[in-house]
């Protein structure tokens, strides 16, 4: 089944504590990308990767780092989180072949940092 | 800025009685537009891309339509399964890779 996965889906942190919300992906995408959703916002892109090695901030990468050495993953590094990253996260691929015309998007990670 | 707007926020409808959501965007130039369902406590899923001023897409219920600064996603004759949030984002010209989203209609089809 073609699909993206995201871990853990649930997360509550204190504020400092590194951690690493991991995403693959096993439909052989180019693309990857995460976003944060809020309440009124909607979602905002943090980085995405159009390939292996090639990675590019989104609209709010402040606070994040990514990084893609293989093409079926794509983590999400926070290195010190603070409470105004609490939000909910996805991870989502697509194929260049068609422009990223369809995005696959995970099923989400709720981050809470207290 | 650039910017997506999606009006209205929220909308409730009855089982049958069509409706429209709306997809305003200002961008530098526009490489495609993108219409997403979302339900809740789950990722948004694909429905539309439209890439040109007059282009039209459907499926079943749903109809997406593109004007130069302007989307619309009508429902025709929902049913409550057609309830959810709807998404609306913008890809550029220029930067393919990033995308800005709307914040979404949430759409509650009541039998």
């Known amino acids: 089944e073609a699909q993206v996965t995201q871990n853990p889906r649930y997360l509550i942190t204190v504020t400092g504590k590194k951690l690493t919300v991991t995403c693959s992906q096993n439909?052989?995408?180019?693309?990857m990308s995460w976003y944060r959703q809020d309440p009124g916002l909607g979602l905002r892109q943090i980085y995405y990767?159009?390939?292996?090695?090639?990675?590019d901030k989104g609209d709010v990468p402040e606070g994040y780092k990514v990084s893609r050495k293989e093409k079926r993953n794509f983590p999400l590094i926070l290195e010190s989180p603070s409470p105004n990253q609490t939000s909910l996260y996805f991870c989502?691929?697509?194929?260049?072949?068609?422009?990223?015309?369809?995005?696959?998007f995970g099923p989400g990670t709720r981050l809470l940092v207290l | 800025e650039d910017q997506v707007t999606q009006s209205p926020e929220a909308l409730r409808l009855q089982e049958g009685e069509s409706s429209s959501l709306n997809c305003s965007y200002t961008?530098?130039?526009?490489?495609?537009l993108f219409w997403y369902r979302q339900d809740p406590g789950k990722g948004p899923e694909f429905l539309f891309t439209l890439y040109s001023a007059g282009e039209e897409k459907e499926k079943e219920r749903l109809k997406a339509t593109l004007t130069k600064k302007e989307s619309f996603l009508h429902i025709t004759a929902p049913k409550p399964e057609d309830s959810a949030t709807y998404l609306c984002?913008?890809?550029?010209?220029?930067?393919?890779?990033?995308?800005?989203f709307g914040a979404g209609t949430q759409v509650v089809v009541t039998p």
């Open positions: 439909m052989n995408h180019e693309y």
């Open positions: 961008v530098s130039g526009l490489r495609g």
């Open positions: 990767s159009m390939n292996v090695e090639v990675t």
């Open positions: 984002a913008v890809q550029e010209t220029d930067s393919w890779g990033k995308f800005q």
């Open positions: 989502a691929s697509s194929s260049t072949t068609g422009g990223l015309s369809n995005q696959y």
